[in-house]
């Protein structure tokens, strides 16, 4: 993939992340801040679906954001094909990783499993 | 840190006014047998006008034959003789001592450029670099025949480009810049202004070649727009400014 391609994506996901993470703040102030983050608050929020499916969004934005922006700190501090290889399949992983172990904790909860 | 005091010889001009003295500090450094600096301090008398190459090329004429100074034309054309300049990036014939306000004036070695001894550093990869880039005028009738015709151009098309063209290859801008610091394969400043000086001229035809060579992990995606690179260039370029031109024709902003 071209780099001009990935940086679209990269900023793409920076401006979406913004609005969404946006509303994510904005849900706190429905009602007392500390009240907001009690255990029952919390689960009531992935059991509702639409919030659920937005906190996806918000992972997947993120994730693919942070890893990238991962990947142009490592390539820039050291450079030679194989690391910078290594560095972009490891980011890739990585991504993937978090995007998978994270969805599981939403859809897990959402469903009422936890 | 060695110390040479003797002055040189002035030959007495009845027009000039007494010379006052400057402590040129000149880091002496040759990587294929020194281990670190040595700097040494060099007394030389100076006049209103004198500029930091005059004080170097007096130092090395009388004082310090072995002293490495790359310089040529002494008007700020050929940008030889840049070099750091009391901590900041300069032209040594465009920087006048008087200006400099200071008794001391610690030059040294641009960073980001690999040191062939003393003052001297290597531009090898800022050739490269700009070479990379194709920094000519590319059509496909650019070969001269019976039918070439001049390209004129309007005073408004020449605007576009015409400040990017006054680069002179000094490598202040690359010297200066953060990326260059630590990612060795940065295209750099100097390149993509001239890339973006060929980009926006209308005579031009080779921009799809150029956008595809700069669109690279280590192209024009890895500027963090500090700006150092405009501050420094003594001719009024703006690379950091060309670069975020270059990134619309990229981003689908620019056409």
Same mark, same amino acid.
């Given at each position: 993939?071209?780099?001009?391609?990935i940086?679209?994506?990269?900023y793409?996901?920076?401006?979406?992340?913004?609005?969404?993470v946006?509303i994510?703040i904005?849900?706190?102030?429905t009602q007392n801040?500390? !009240?907001s983050?009690?255990?029952?608050?919390?689960?009531?929020?992935?059991q *509702?679906?639409?919030?659920?499916? /937005?906190?996806? #969004? +918000?992972?997947?934005l993120?994730a693919?954001?942070?890893?990238?922006?991962?990947r142009?700190?490592?390539i !820039?501090?050291?450079?030679?094909?194989?690391?910078?290889k290594?560095?972009? *399949?490891?980011?890739?992983?990585a /991504?993937?990783a #978090? +995007?998978?172990?994270?969805?599981?904790?939403?859809f897990?909860?959402?469903?009422g499993?936890? | 840190?060695?110390?040479i005091?003797?002055l040189?010889e002035?030959?007495?001009?009845?027009?000039t006014?007494?010379?006052?003295i400057?402590?040129?500090?000149i880091p002496?450094?040759?990587?294929?047998?020194?281990?670190?600096k040595?700097w040494?301090d060099?007394q030389i008398?100076y006049q209103?006008?004198?500029?930091?190459?005059?004080?170097?090329?007096?130092a090395?004429k009388y004082?310090?034959?072995s002293?490495?100074?790359?310089?040529?034309?002494?008007?700020?054309?050929?940008?030889s003789?840049?070099m750091?300049i009391?901590?900041?990036?300069?032209?040594?014939?465009?920087t006048?001592?008087?200006?400099l306000?200071?008794?001391?004036?610690?030059?040294?070695?641009?960073?980001?450029?690999p040191?062939?001894r003393?003052?001297?550093?290597?531009f090898?990869?800022?050739?490269?670099?700009?070479?990379?880039?194709?920094?000519f005028?590319?059509?496909?009738?650019?070969?001269i025949?019976?039918?070439t015709?001049?390209l004129?151009?309007?005073?408004?098309?020449?605007?576009?480009?015409?400040?990017?063209a006054?680069c002179i290859k000094?490598?202040?801008?690359?010297s200066v810049c953060?990326?260059?610091?630590?990612d060795?394969?940065?295209?750099?400043?100097?390149?993509?202004a001239?890339?973006?000086r060929y980009?926006?001229?209308?005579r031009?035809k080779g921009k799809?070649?150029r956008?595809?060579?700069?669109d690279?992990s280590?192209g024009?995606?890895?500027?963090?727009?500090a700006?150092?690179c405009s501050?420094?260039?003594?001719?009024?370029v703006?690379?950091a400014?060309?670069?975020?031109?270059?990134?619309g024709y990229?981003l689908g902003?620019?056409?």
């Open positions: 993939m071209r780099e001009s391609h940086m679209k994506i990269h793409g996901t920076a401006l979406a992340a913004i609005a969404f946006a994510h904005l849900m706190r102030m801040f500390a !009240e983050l009690e255990y029952e608050s919390v689960i009531a929020n992935y *509702y679906l639409p919030y659920a499916g /937005m906190l996806e #969004i +918000i992972l997947i993120l693919i954001h942070g890893f990238n922006g991962l142009t700190i490592l !820039e501090l050291k450079q030679g094909r194989t690391y910078e290594a560095v972009s *399949y490891g980011c890739i992983v /991504m993937v #978090i +995007i998978v172990y994270g969805s599981r904790t939403i897990m909860t959402s469903m499993m936890v | 840190m060695a110390q005091s003797i040189a002035e030959k007495t001009d009845s027009l006014s007494p010379a006052k400057i402590s040129l500090r002496k450094f040759n990587p294929a047998t020194d281990s670190k040595t040494i060099f008398p209103k006008w004198t500029t930091v190459l005059d004080v170097i090329l007096e090395k004082l310090d034959h002293i490495a100074v790359r310089y040529s034309c002494r008007q700020a054309t050929c940008g003789c840049g750091i009391n901590g900041r990036p300069r032209l040594a014939c465009f006048k001592i008087s200006e306000d200071s008794d001391i004036v610690k030059v040294e070695p641009m960073k980001n450029f040191i062939i003393d003052l001297a550093v290597s090898d990869r800022m050739f490269k670099t700009h070479k990379s880039i194709k920094p005028v590319i059509r496909e009738d650019s070969e025949t019976e039918k015709t001049q004129l151009q309007t005073p408004e098309e020449v605007e576009k480009y015409i400040q990017f006054n000094c490598g202040l801008c690359n953060p990326t260059m610091a630590t060795s394969s940065f295209v750099g400043p100097q390149a993509l001239q890339a973006y980009i926006a001229d209308n031009d799809d070649d956008l595809k060579i700069i690279d280590h024009i995606w890895r500027c963090h727009f700006g150092s501050q420094v260039c003594p001719k009024g703006d690379p400014m060309g670069i975020q031109l270059l990134r990229l902003f620019r056409s």
